[in-house]
Every structure is written in structure tokens, then in C-alpha cells.
């Protein structure tokens, strides 16, 4: 008993010098967060995409991907109101974050202010060109909303065949559906050769027959969508019905959908059962249907963290995931070149995101680069098609010429 | 001319989901003075149930449709007990502040399930191709939903006209007191109210499911566009309901199809029914087929 | 009156002029007189974090727009489901101003207490506008009246390009003594700020309802055919409670607006005229202490029910489904809660602890 207690004495000791000796090791905690909407409005995105940031963050403190020092993302509910995000901001920066991750366009522009007094980079989930409008800090993950409308206006230019293609937008009720309308416009402006025929704003419509059939008489053969999935599954099963969906691209005396990133997805593909087939729809992902590197690693991301399978495939996980792998891999620029993270670092090495230091985060169709000059993170779009029910790669990803064009 | 009528029958089809979804919401106000805010979120849940009792529990549609009706009639049943029941003789404010309360509460249960983040649709049901009647069409899906929507409402209208209950619960909306002095048991008759009522939000729910998928979002708002509809109706007529809610359907058709795109204006047929509403309330406040109430000091 | 101004421990009222004293002994005075001074104070003793800043100026505009709510809807009787359009109005008058005159105009930096005030007249201008069919309809019908204006606000804003499109509009930070107020005193100087209206509110509140329009309010919400007889006008007094509303909300907007430095339609749903009713009621309706309690309870609520959130994820990471499922749930829980067992409110509460402690060490 007493020659056990007589141990204890070292024991003891030798253990609070290791301890003592490795607390003061450097292990850094890098703090970022995110405030997002995983109830109210758009959650349906918004749940994924949380995931996607959390099992990403998850993954780099497990695997040691920065060493000892592990990153930290608080994840908040903003319900979709700027008001609470702004609350959550506060918040996150009285913790002192480094990196913030934004998402609605509501939120981001009315912040955008804040961004720029603090200092601080910030990636939205939002990829309204208007972000960048006025603002330094904010970095668009991918190509914006206009520019994908942009794109898919070239792709309809491009293989239309017979004359000038009639067009149709049909989009969201707010800032978010309109903010690209004058982009297109201008594109054609500047020598793009397409009629926009109509600017259709959906409501909460149960029946578009009528507007189908308008269009028709208008003969309209393409429709750019730029909205939300579900108003899209609407439009798309009633022109089903009517057998005024094209059997391919451009088909004459049939309408064609094409659509922006929020309007596609799996999701779609569950909304509209088989009326989404031949819709075209374009983002800068890659999506778990085209197998690849990065959606392997995504496969195993989600098995790793016991996600469901329709998670997994969500697109809108990949864009989490994106995007914290975006930040950490800023993070982890900074801390090669022995810098220490900080907002200023972070955001200098965020700009300096192109040429040869241009990043894959192998989830997307082209690295992404920042400068300067070009806060949108991946250029390039890729076209999708539905294809017995799962989105298929169409051609190769390619970068909207227009997007330069209008910008003099 | 076939665009006009290609409105008019669009409207029909949208107006008699909106009867459908007033139908209930006109149930519960005729029997006990309730205006139920929840409504929509009862929508949403029958929409729900229909769904997971086809997917997942492998019923045919019909059944599962029916079997919804069932589970909702004991859920609004249920939920006038516990919450409602209490409140008789309370102020107005506190039983529409009650429903406030249940909706958001049934919101939260919503988002408990796999339905309040992420997009199911049910799987086909009906042939694709439409019907073409003449220069118009209609699907198979909105044709059954429609049908169902006039043997539905024909059903109530006989239960409240013949059976002794729907007597009993016109009894009841009349006179209170006077009905208690027969023997009807008001409490009862408003639990019956509120059962119906589920039951025709979850055949709404299952209808509206089925033409657009299931969306949280875009379900629970029909619990706010049936304000505008049972307005014009008059909040205690069934008959108005289903008046105003075709008339409401071809009016957003008509806003969405003649106004939209002209004059800069867009997305006209979201507000046209409030502005209507309000209309409505200055000129006729008890709408086309609603009951004048006398007030005495 | 008893011979004690200072303690009074029954109704010693021998006029109604002594009934209606806002302050029935000096003790309660110096009590409140005491509570003020701390309010001042307080931030001066207390490292508060910004957020926690924000949540109280954010507690606090929302009992300014409450103090409106329920003169219409508590004192009136008339249930509003359009609050926060009010609130909205208020918000976008100054957005409407900025945008047209640049958001850093000398009238938006310099001239902002006018610019309140501004934004609560046009908020009274639209309330009474929306409370105009009070003179035919009563009850529900009012009530959904108010429901429609909030949906046509809500159309309105996000439909027209002077207003942004319902996009954020943003304001420029306001001048004080010469100098801008900066980031880092944003939060303490719109506390000062915003605890200086609450206080008016408060008080001209507590002072109208002395006075026969204050009277002819709660006259026409007990009985409005009684109070026709009395020679109350019944549909005047309930456009006069309206238009009251509108101000306190559009002046909550202004608030709002230049807290937050900016104005976006999300901040302004039907989602949060819910909130708003929420706060009156459990609060309890019909009660001033009602309008602060309210807001304090409900944004608490929210606050602690998002810690607890955040500490349940710890254990079960990948149900975030449940976590946040609670938000609603609990929400809709207090007020149904409330209705069915406390239909007075936090406000009984406080008056039955008031009593408490005046009659200790005697009780019923």
C-alpha cells in the first residue's frame, strides 16, 4: 500500500510535465463560422449545404490536414432573416473569427458593409453578382448567377439551329430572379444573337398551361429558368403534360428548359419525377452522377459521417464542402508560408488564388481563382442534362465569353 | 380565344383546390367562430401523410389518401381538444393567437420529419398525356383532383343539409345557447368541426401534393391564400367557398395571363387577391354568400 | 391620501385625480427614478460583447413597436396581423429617403432624430390609412384586413425598383456632436438612443391613458355600441388607435433601420408580424409593463433556446433536424402555453409580485 502511494509521487510528476510540456505546443485554433437557414425559406438548400461545411471542417480536425492546429466552425440558424444573422456575426466576431461563410443574398448585401469595416473575407452561399457590387471582401464560390445565365444564353446561341433563338426567362419574384435579366439583356446588347422574348415572374402558380401556351404562340423554343426548384417542377410537369417538352436540345415547335444552379439538383429530379428529363441545367459542381475524384472523395466524406444518401448527393452538400475547403485551404497557404492566420492573410492569400496558386478542390469543374478584379471562384460552368433520371454531363465546362463583354 | 379558355379551365382547376382548402377552414369558423391560421400547416401535414403512407408504407394512392383523411380527422380532433376546448368563451384574439401558436408548433414537428428540409414527389399516378377537350387541356392528376374536389365538397354540403350531426353543428352555429337547450353537446359539435375540417385539409394536402410535389414552403402557404378566398365567399358559407375559390383561380389566371409582362408589372397574380380582399372588406365585408350578423348592444 | 407619501400599503384614493397619479407614492418614484439611472449607467461599469449589445437595442425597438401594438390591439381591442409592415413602413421611409438622396445625406447623419420622427408620422399616415375600414368591419374581418396589408406591403416592396426590390438599402452611420459614431459605439450609442424613446413611449403611453382618448380606446373595446352611446365614435377612436400604432411602429422602424444600417424586406414578414403578437400577448395585452416584458421574453426565448441548441449538438451531431425543430416549437408552445394558463401575461406576474412586496409582511 505505502510502496503504491510512494509510486503515485512520480507518476504524478512525470505526467504534469508531459502535460505541461505539450500544452504549450502551438496547437493554433483557426476560428471561422457560418450562418445560414436550416429552417424557414430555402432550408431545403440550406440543410445540405450546412452538412457539407460541417463534415468538411469535421474531416480536416480528424485527419490532422493542418497539423496540431485544428479549425473551428460554429454553425448557425438564421431562418433565412437578416436580422439574426446579423446577431450571429456579431457574435462570431466577438469570438474572433478569422473567415466567415454567408449565405442568403439578403443577408450578404446587408452586411456587406460590416465586411468591409472588419476586414474580414467572407464566401456566400449566395452568388448574386450584386455581392460584389461596392464590396471588397466578399468572394463569390462560383461563376454568379448571371454569368451561369450568360452561359446558358451562349449555349442556346450556339447550338440552336435555324435563326435567331426565341427566349424566355422565367424567374424568381425578387432581387435574386432579376439581378441577372439586365446581364443577359446587356449580352445580347452586345452582340449575342437571341430575342428575349419574355421576362416571366412566377408566383405561387398551381397551373402554367396558360402561360405555356402563350409562350408557344410567341414561339418561344428555349426558357432560361432562374428561381428555385419547386415553381421549376411546376413548370416543367405541366409542359410535360401538354407534350411541349423537347425530346432534345432545341427541338422545333418544342419548348427547351434550361436553368440556373438553384433551380437544379436532385432535388428537381424528386419534384418533377420524369417531366425533369432533358431539362439543362448548369453550375460549377460536379455532381455525384458524373463519378470523379472529388465525388469519391465527397462519397466518402458523407459515408465517413454517417450522412444519408440523399444528402451525400445533394449538390448543395458538395457547395458546403466546397467552400470550407476553399477556407481551409487558404488557411493552410498562409501557414505554409509561416504566416500567421489572420483576416488580413487570409484575404491577401484569397487574392492571390490564381495563375499556378489557382486551387481544385476537386469538386468543381475548373480550379478556383480570385484576384483582385474577379471574386467569382470558379469561372467555368458546366451544362448538365437529365438523362433517365440523373443529371449527365453535357460537353465540356466552358466560360461564358459575354461576362467580359458587358462588364466595358 | 382558346388562350381565354385555356385560362378559364386553368382557374377552375387552381380556384377548386382553393374551395378545398377553404372548405375546411369555413368548417371551423361556421360551427365555432375560430379562425383557424393553422390551416395551412394541416394542408402540408395530410400532404405528408398521403405520402409516407404511399412511399414508405407501400399503400395504393386512394388508400393512403383516405387513411390520411382518417389520421387527420383525429389530429384536428385531438388538437380542438387539448388546446382549443379551453378557450370557449375567451376573447377572439386568444384563439386566433392559439392557432398562431399550433402553427408554428406543428412547424416544428414538421421540421422534426424528413419533410421539413428536403423535396419529395409522389410517384405517377395518372397517365401523362393530357386531355384535350377541344382547344384546351388538363392533365389527369388536376382532373381527379378536380373531381374529387366537387364529390368532397357535395358530401359536405349533404352532411350539414340531412344528417343530424350537420343539423346539429348548423344548430350550433346559429345559437349557441339555444342549441345546448335542445341537447347538442357544443363542445362535441366543435370537435366534430375541427375533425372534418383536418380531414378535408389532408385531402387538399394530397391533392395540391400531387400537382406539385411536396414543399413545405409551398404547402403551408395555402393556409394564408384561403383568407382571401373565404372572405369572398363569406367566412360561414360553403357555398362561397367554393364560388370564390373558383373565381379567385381564374382571377390569378387572368392577372398572371393578361397582366403580367404589360406595363412593367409582374407577378400580379400573388397580390391581386389581397387587394381584392381588401376590396371587399370595405364594400361587402360579409362577402357573397356569407350571413349578415346583427349586432345589439 | 394617506398620510404617508411614501409607503402606502391600501387604496387610500379620496379623488379621481389621485387615482390616476402615475406614481401612487414617492417611493415608487424614487424606485423608478432609481431603475433609470441604473439604465444610464449600467454600460458604463459593464464590458457588454456586441452581440449581446445588439440583442438588447434589438429587445429594446421591439418594445417600442410593441408599446403600439398594444394600444391597438390590447387598449383598442383590434387585432392587427400587419405589424410589422408598420415597422416596415417606418424602415423604408428612411430607406425611400436614402436611396433617392444618397444613403450618406446631411438629413440621414445629421438630422436623424428628425428622420425618426418622420418615419412615425408616415407610419401613422399608412395606419390610419389601413385602419380606414375599421370604420365598417370589426373583429376578424379587421383582423384579415390587416393580414392583406402586410401581404400587399410585402408585394409592394419586393416589386418596385425604388425600393431596391426588397434587397437590402443601405444607411449611412449618423454624425454625433460632429464626430461619426464608429463601428465600435454603433451598439452603446443606439442604446442610448433607443432607451430614450423607449422612455418616451413609455411615458406618453402611460399619460394618454389618462386622458379621454386614452379612456375612449379601452371604452370601445369593452363595449363599441356603448361607447357610441356615450358620444365615443367608435370607428374615429379605432383609426386614432391605428394611426397611434403606425407611429410607435414606424418610429421602431426608423430604429430599426439605422441599427441594423440598413432596410430589407425580410425584416418585415408576416413571419415577424407573428412575432409581434406573440410578444404583446405574453407580455399580456392591455398592460404597459406588458409592451417591455414581452419582447424581453420572447427574444430570450429565442437567444437561450439557440445555446441550448448549440449544446445538444454536442451530442447528437448528426440530428441538427431536432436541434433546430425546437425553435418553432417552442415558440408556439409559450404563446399556447400562456393563452391557456396565464392569459394576462409576464404582466401579472409583475403586478401580483408588486402587490407581494407592497402588503408584505400581510397577504390575502
Known amino acids: 500500500m505505502r510502496s503504491r502511494q510512494f509510486w503515485m509521487v512520480p507518476i504524478t510528476v512525470a505526467l504534469l510535465t508531459v502535460m505541461f510540456a505539450v500544452a504549450p505546443s502551438q496547437a493554433e485554433v483557426y476560428k471561422m463560422a457560418l450562418s445560414l437557414a436550416i429552417t424557414g425559406p430555402t432550408s431545403d438548400a440550406g440543410n445540405p449545404y450546412a452538412k457539407g461545411v460541417e463534415d468538411y471542417i469535421r474531416y480536416v480536425n480528424d485527419t490532422k490536414l493542418l497539423g496540431e492546429d485544428t479549425v473551428q466552425c460554429p454553425i448557425r440558424d438564421d431562418q433565412y432573416q437578416t436580422d439574426i444573422t446579423k446577431r450571429n456575426f456579431e457574435e462570431f466576431l466577438d469570438d474572433g473569427i478569422v ?13 456587406k458593409r460590416d465586411f ?54 422565367f424567374i424568381h419574384p425578387s432581387a435574386f430572379g432579376r439581378g441577372p435579366v439586365d446581364d443577359v439583356r446587356k449580352a445580347v446588347k452586345a452582340g449575342l444573337k437571341m430575342d428575349i422574348v419574355e421576362v416571366v415572374e412566377h408566383g405561387k402558380d398551381l397551373d402554367n398551361t396558360a402561360m405555356l401556351q402563350r409562350l408557344m404562340s410567341k414561339k418561344v423554343r428555349y426558357v432560361i429558368c432562374q428561381t428555385v426548384q419547386s415553381p421549376v417542377a411546376t413548370l416543367i410537369k405541366d409542359a410535360q403534360r401538354l407534350g411541349l417538352t423537347a425530346k432534345t436540345f432545341g427541338e422545333d415547335g418544342k419548348l427547351t428548359f434550361v436553368g440556373a444552379h438553384y433551380t437544379g439538383g436532385n432535388d428537381l429530379i424528386e419534384l418533377a419525377g420524369s417531366a425533369a428529363e432533358g431539362y439543362f441545367w448548369t453550375t460549377s459542381y460536379a455532381l455525384t452522377s458524373e463519378p470523379g475524384k472529388g465525388t469519391d472523395f465527397q462519397m466518402m466524406l458523407a459515408k465517413k459521417y454517417n450522412r444519408d444518401e440523399k444528402t451525400a448527393n445533394s449538390h448543395n452538400y458538395t457547395n458546403g464542402m466546397m467552400v470550407a475547403q476553399t477556407a481551409v485551404e487558404t488557411m493552410r497557404r498562409v501557414k505554409q508560408k509561416g ?15 490564381n495563375g499556378d496558386n489557382a486551387y481544385s478542390p476537386g469538386n468543381t469543374v475548373a480550379p478556383v481563382t480570385y484576384s483582385p478584379s474577379d471574386r467569382a471562384g470558379v469561372d467555368s460552368v458546366q451544362i448538365y442534362s437529365v438523362q433517365k433520371g440523373v443529371f449527365r454531363a453535357v460537353g465540356e465546362p466552358f466560360a461564358p465569353e459575354y461576362v467580359e463583354k458587358i462588364k466595358k | 380565344m382558346s388562350y381565354f379558355l385555356q385560362l378559364v379551365l386553368s382557374g377552375i382547376v387552381v380556384g377548386s383546390i382553393y374551395a378545398l382548402s377553404g372548405l375546411g377552414f369555413v368548417l371551423i369558423y361556421k360551427s365555432s367562430r375560430v379562425l383557424n391560421i393553422a390551416h395551412g400547416q394541416i394542408i402540408a401535414a395530410g400532404a405528408f401523410i398521403t405520402y409516407t403512407l404511399t412511399v414508405w408504407g407501400g399503400l395504393p394512392l386512394y388508400l393512403s389518401f383516405f387513411l390520411s383523411m382518417g389520421v387527420t ?22 384563439v386566433i393567437m392559439v392557432t398562431i401558436g399550433l402553427m408554428s408548433i406543428l412547424d416544428g414537428i414538421i421540421y422534426l420529419t424528413p419533410f ?26 388536376q382532373l381527379v383532383g378536380v373531381i374529387i374536389t366537387f364529390i368532397l365538397i357535395g358530401l359536405f354540403s349533404w352532411f350539414f343539409k340531412k344528417s343530424t350531426i350537420g343539423i346539429s353543428m348548423r344548430a350550433v352555429s346559429d345559437d349557441q345557447l339555444a342549441s345546448m337547450s335542445v341537447g347538442i353537446s357544443v363542445p362535441r ?7 372534418l375540417a383536418g380531414m378535408s385539409a389532408a385531402a387538399a394536402g394530397g391533392i395540391i401534393g400531387n400537382i406539385t410535389g411536396l414543399n413545405f414552403e409551398t404547402l403551408h402557404a395555402f393556409g394564408i391564400i384561403v383568407f382571401p378566398v373565404v372572405i369572398l365567399g363569406g367566412l360561414d358559407s360553403i357555398v362561397g367557398a367554393v364560388v370564390a375559390g373558383i373565381i379567385m383561380g381564374v382571377i390569378q389566371q387572368f392577372a398572371s395571363g393578361y397582366l403580367d409582362g404589360k406595363w412593367g408589372l409582374n407577378g400580379t397574380a400573388d397580390v391581386l387577391p389581397y387587394i381584392i380582399l381588401l376590396i371587399i372588406l370595405l364594400f361587402k365585408p360579409h362577402g357573397l354568400f356569407g350571413t349578415h350578423e346583427i349586432e345589439r348592444v | 391620501m394617506s398620510a404617508n407619501r411614501w409607503l402606502a400599503t391600501g387604496n387610500f384614493f379620496s379623488s379621481y385625480r389621485e387615482e390616476q397619479r402615475i406614481f401612487a407614492t414617492h417611493f415608487d418614484r424614487a424606485v423608478f427614478a432609481v431603475f433609470i439611472l441604473a439604465l444610464l449607467v449600467w454600460p458604463m461599469c459593464f464590458e457588454v460583447s456586441n452581440k449581446y449589445m445588439l440583442v438588447i437595442d434589438n429587445i429594446m425597438i421591439a418594445m417600442v413597436a410593441i408599446i403600439g401594438l398594444n394600444l391597438v390591439t390590447g387598449f383598442a381591442g383590434l387585432i392587427s396581423i400587419g405589424h410589422a409592415a408598420f415597422v416596415g413602413v417606418g424602415a423604408y421611409t428612411l430607406a425611400f429617403i436614402a436611396r433617392q438622396m444618397g444613403d450618406s445625406h446631411i438629413l440621414i447623419t445629421h438630422f436623424w432624430p428628425g428622420m425618426l420622427l418622420l418615419c412615425g408620422l408616415v407610419g401613422a399616415l399608412f395606419g390610419g390609412f389601413v385602419g380606414l375600414p375599421a370604420l365598417r368591419l370589426k373583429h376578424l374581418y379587421l383582423a384579415i384586413a390587416t393580414l392583406s396589408f402586410q401581404m400587399i406591403f410585402q408585394w ?25 459614431v464608429a463601428r465600435s459605439d454603433h451598439y452603446l450609442f443606439w442604446y442610448y438612443v433607443i432607451l430614450i424613446v423607449v422612455i418616451m413611449c413609455g411615458l406618453a403611453v402611460r399619460n ?13 373595446r369593452d363595449n363599441d355600441r356603448a361607447a357610441d352611446a356615450m358620444g365615443i365614435h367608435p370607428g374615429m377612436t379605432k383609426v386614432f388607435a391605428f394611426a397611434l400604432a403606425g407611429f410607435f411602429a414606424g418610429v421602431a422602424g426608423g430604429l430599426h433601420a439605422y441599427l441594423y444600417r440598413g432596410a430589407g424586406i425580410e425584416s418585415f414578414t408576416l413571419h415577424q408580424s407573428i412575432s409581434y403578437l406573440a410578444m404583446a400577448i405574453v407580455g399580456g395585452l392591455g398592460t404597459l409593463t406588458g409592451s417591455f416584458w414581452g419582447p424581453a421574453a420572447i427574444r430570450l426565448l429565442d437567444l437561450q433556446v439557440e445555446n441550448l441548441v448549440e449544446w445538444s449538438a454536442r451530442f447528437m451531431p448528426a440530428n441538427m433536424n431536432l436541434a433546430t425543430a425546437l425553435k418553432p416549437l417552442t415558440f408556439g408552445l409559450v404563446i399556447v402555453l400562456f393563452l391557456m394558463f396565464e392569459p394576462r401575461g409576464i404582466a401579472n406576474w409583475w403586478r401580483i409580485g408588486r402587490t407581494y412586496v407592497k402588503l408584505w409582511p400581510f397577504r390575502y
Open chain 1, 116 to 169: 468591409d469595416e472588419e476586414k474580414i473575407p467572407v464566401i456566400p452561399a449566395s452568388m448574386d453578382a450584386g455581392n460584389l457590387v461596392d464590396s471588397t471582401y466578399i468572394f463569390l464560390p462560383i461563376a454568379s448567377y448571371s454569368s451561369q445565365c450568360i452561359a446558358l444564353a451562349e449555349y442556346i446561341t450556339k447550338n440552336h439551329k435555324n435563326g435567331t433563338p426565341q427566349v424566355a426567362m
Open chain 3, 156 to 180: 409592394t416592396i419586393n416589386f418596385l425598383p425604388i425600393f431596391n426590390q426588397g434587397q437590402t438599402i443601405s444607411i449611412g452611420r449618423v454624425q454625433w456632436f460632429g464626430g461619426e
Open chain 2, 73 to 94: 380527422f383525429f389530429l384536428a380532433m385531438s388538437v380542438e381538444r387539448i388546446f382549443l376546448r379551453r378557450l370557449i368563451g375567451e376573447p377572439i384574439i386568444s
Open chain 3, 208 to 220: 394618454l391613458l389618462r386622458t379621454r382618448y386614452g379612456r375612449s380606446l379601452v371604452a370601445v
Open chain 1, 339 to 353: 504566416g500567421k492566420v489572420t483576416r488580413e492573410a487570409l484575404f491577401k492569400e484569397l487574392n492571390a488564388m
Open chain 1, 99 to 111: 473567415f466567415y461563410l454567408n449565405y442568403s443574398t439578403g443577408s450578404t448585401q446587408a452586411l
Open chain 2, 189 to 195: 359539435v366543435f370537435g366534430l368541426a375541427w375533425a
Open chain 2, 116 to 141: 421539413g428540409g428536403s423535396n419529395f414527389s409522389f410517384p405517377e399516378f395518372f397517365p401523362k398525356t393530357p386531355i384535350n377537350l377541344g382547344p384546351v387541356s388538363i392533365s389527369w392528376t
